[in-house]
């Protein structure tokens, strides 16, 4: 039923006109209702009594231990939340990610400032529901990446930011390479280009689809049915195959979980950041390296003939891999990327602790931009207008970004002290080692391990941003 709403959620994006949202809320408040009536129905206690304890499930490790003690999470978590602050968190929602989009478009947060007060204060009711140990954002955290703390969190990114700011400082002001910047590369080309890409990596078209979308992202509908959505620009062709790049990460994610398991915890990802984790490495580990160009660019020059015959590989690489801070987190390169989630991580937990009101959000998102990037916003439009997240009450979601880019570099260092050096099996034209590698420790194991646990089981230490910095610091570092 859960898959229900995402199968409406992706027809919001990618089918519906807009004249449906009303409508749309509608249908999504009472299926998120009926959702909470059934995983909060007294028979699951009693299920899970029944089961608890059995030798069935006295190996914490086997399938059904792991199953009886996430549905047990998950029951404890929905029956503390009640039904109406479940269906008026989904109103809410849909109304307010509606606002969110036309004050985006007419550059008027005034307009969207009182919808973003009552997410917090739904938020604060959710968490203050479920309840917390240390603090009311390890509540929220707990949805979306369980096992991490606030504290840990706090501790890991006083460490990332610090770092990243004079490598961003050293890049800063170096010249883009322009020449692709005025060629025009047709749209369904460049589809037909990236898609072949994905299912290169392992994208099982069996299972899966591509669409368009107004951004892109992965939706798993079912069982066999896992979407990616895509967006291309005519004046830029890395984006578009960068995106889908990672989509395809996410996407090899899913095909890779248990099918035999699928619709328990155990053919379920584990956690956002984890999932992040996926494509991030493609996106940013696979896809953004000489290796992987080696193999990919003689057909990409091929198939783009009259704009790209002047133009060398290097060159074509030095486009992708430039780090300019900018305004906007989605076009974030990875040096800069980890930055806006420090932003974003600050602010969140302060409009949550209520030391923030949405009204002075502006002034207090350009002085962090200040701070950490060195840039400021003209416009709320390019400042805090930009994400969707807060909208729908994605709050505690953003750090799983950033937590996907430390993973990333953490498990490409175990995935290659494993299988031995990979780049040169991407000029080869082979990602099945990678691909291989993780399913066998990552995707199988669907919600087996919490994620901390995942990755210090797979490669020998808690999560922890020192791999990144020195993979970044290694491939940016000037000079
Ligand atoms: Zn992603």
């Known amino acids: 039923m859960a898959s229900t709403l995402g199968l409406l959620q992706w027809d919001a994006e990618i089918v519906m006109p807009r004249g449906g949202v009303k409508h749309r ?96 204060a739904l938020t604060r009711e959710k968490a203050d529901a479920i309840g917390y140990k240390g603090v009311r954002y390890d509540a929220l955290l707990d949805d979306y990446e369980q096992g991490m703390t606030t504290e840990q969190l706090s501790a890991l990114f006083a460490e990332l930011g610090p770092q990243l700011v004079p490598l961003v400082d050293s890049l800063r002001g170096r010249p883009m390479p322009q020449k692709l910047r005025s060629r025009a590369f047709p749209v369904d080309q460049q589809r037909i280009f990236a898609e072949s890409i994905a299912t290169k990596l392992g994208f099982n078209l069996d299972g899966g689809r591509f669409d368009d979308g107004p951004h892109p992202f992965c939706s798993t509908i079912g069982s066999g049915d896992v979407r990616i959505a895509s967006r291309y620009r005519t004046n830029s062709v890395d984006s578009g195959f960068l995106g889908v790049i990672h989509e395809t990460g996410h996407a090899l ?64 690489r030095a486009i992708m891999n430039h780090s300019e801070p900018g305004l906007i987190r989605v076009e974030a390169d990875e040096v800069t990327y980890n930055l806006h989630i420090v932003i ?95 399913r066998e420790n990552i995707h199988r194991h669907g919600k087996r391990y919490p994620a901390p646990a995942l990755i210090e089981r797979v490669t020998g230490n808690p999560p922890n941003p020192s791999a990144l910095i020195a993979s970044l610091f290694r491939r940016y570092r000037v000079g």
């Open 25 to 120: 809320g509608e249908q999504m408040a009472l299926l998120a209702g009926l959702v909470h009536d059934r995983s909060t129905d007294p028979r699951i206690a009693e299920l899970l009594g029944d089961v608890e304890g059995s030798p069935l499930a006295s190996d914490p490790e086997s399938p059904e231990a792991v199953n009886v003690r996430e549905l047990r999470r998950e029951f404890d978590r929905e029956t503390k939340l009640p039904r109406m602050l479940v269906e008026e968190m989904a109103r809410v929602h849909a109304m307010s990610s509606q606002a969110w989009s036309e004050a985006r478009d007419n550059d008027d947060f005034k307009s969207f400032a009182p919808w973003l007060d009552k997410t917090f």
């Open 253 to 316: 994610y899913e095909q890779g979980l248990d099918p035999a398991h699928y619709g328990t915890p155990m053919g379920e990802a584990v956690s956002l950041g984890i999932h992040e984790s996926q494509s991030r490495m493609w996106e940013n580990l696979v896809g953004r390296t000489h290796g992987f160009w080696l193999h990919f660019y003689p057909q990409l020059q091929s198939e783009f003939k009259e704009q790209l015959h002047d133009v060398a590989i290097d060159e074509f």
């Open 344 to 438: 974003r991580f600050e602010l969140e937990r302060a409009l949550l602790a209520g030391d923030l009101h949405a009204n002075d959000l502006p002034s207090a998102w350009s002085e962090l931009y200040q701070r950490y990037l060195g840039i400021t916003p003209d416009n709320d439009r390019f400042g805090c207008l930009q994400d969707i997240h807060w909208s729908e009450g994605l709050i505690g979601y953003f750090p799983t970004y950033s937590l996907g880019n430390v993973y990333s570099a953490q498990l490409f260092e175990a995935a290659e002290r494993a299988v031995g050096p990979l780049e040169e099996s991407f000029a080869a034209g082979e990602f099945g080692s990678l691909r291989e590698w993780l």
